[in-house]
């Protein structure tokens, strides 16, 4: 059985989420607050947290910074806001994913399904230390097992989500993706409402990668894709 925790200062949400993801078998446990959230990661483990940004006493985002600390817990955020800043923001730190209130209840769970399998499937492959091909383009090593990337030899600081980005577009060098294509493959659902997401995640990947980031080609209209062709790059 799966283990939620729910932080939200919302009881009516709370609620409802207790009420159905149980009904769907999953193990709830609630915080009305940022710093219950902490004390309560502290005691417990849980597979996923649904937290909002907004909550008195400790806010979301700080509460998430303190968790990281001492445990590795995916992170959904629940907000009222959906501006495109607090989006980078929140995907700046390292959170999954980003829901915006009013939201539909089975959306909501579709996606913590989808997070935890994910993260069951990464922290699997780590325990079995399977040994998967490296992969090398112009200066960029890949090594999916170990879920490192390095450019010319100095290893790139990439969150999750970065990293699951990069190594799905440099798999599929030149193929052109569209951003619901990107949102099914490389976040693992079909995606209803703003697709700003995967701007947002190209956005810190580009950072990420300094000179490198023109690998990374806007398709105008269409969507992304990596290549390594140099009239494409320098561009």
């Given amino acids: 059985m799966y283990r939620i925790l729910i932080a939200d200062d919302e009881k009516l949400i709370r609620t409802a989420v207790h009420e159905f993801a149980g009904f769907l078998g999953y193990e709830v446990t609630e915080a009305e607050n940022g710093i219950e959230a902490v004390r309560l990661c502290r005691q417990n483990d849980f597979d996923i947290i649904i937290m909002d940004v907004m909550m008195p006493v400790l806010d979301g985002f700080t509460a998430f910074r303190k968790i990281r600390e001492f445990k590795d817990i995916p992170v959904l955020m629940l907000s009222a806001k959906s501006q495109e800043y607090d989006k980078l923001y929140g995907f700046e730190l390292g959170i999954e994913d980003y829901v915006v209130k009013p939201f539909s209840m089975k959306e909501l769970m579709a996606r913590v399904n989808v997070i935890i399998q994910r993260h069951r499937k990464i922290k699997q492959a780590g325990q079995a230390h399977e040994e998967t091909e490296r992969i090398e383009e112009d200066g960029l090593v890949i090594d999916p097992a170990a879920r490192e990337a390095a450019l010319n030899g100095e290893m790139l600081e990439l969150r999750p989500k970065e990293f699951e980005l990069l190594l799905f577009l440099v798999t599929n060098k030149n193929i052109v993706f569209s951003r619901e294509s990107l949102l099914e493959k490389v976040w693992g659902y079909d995606y209803e409402g703003d697709d700003r997401t995967v701007d947002s995640q190209i ?30 790059v320098q561009r």
């Fill in 203 to 232: 956005k810190l990947l580009r950072q990420a990668l300094g000179d490198y980031r023109t690998h990374i080609v806007t398709c105008r209209g269409i969507g992304y894709k990596f290549t390594t062709d140099e009239y494409e």
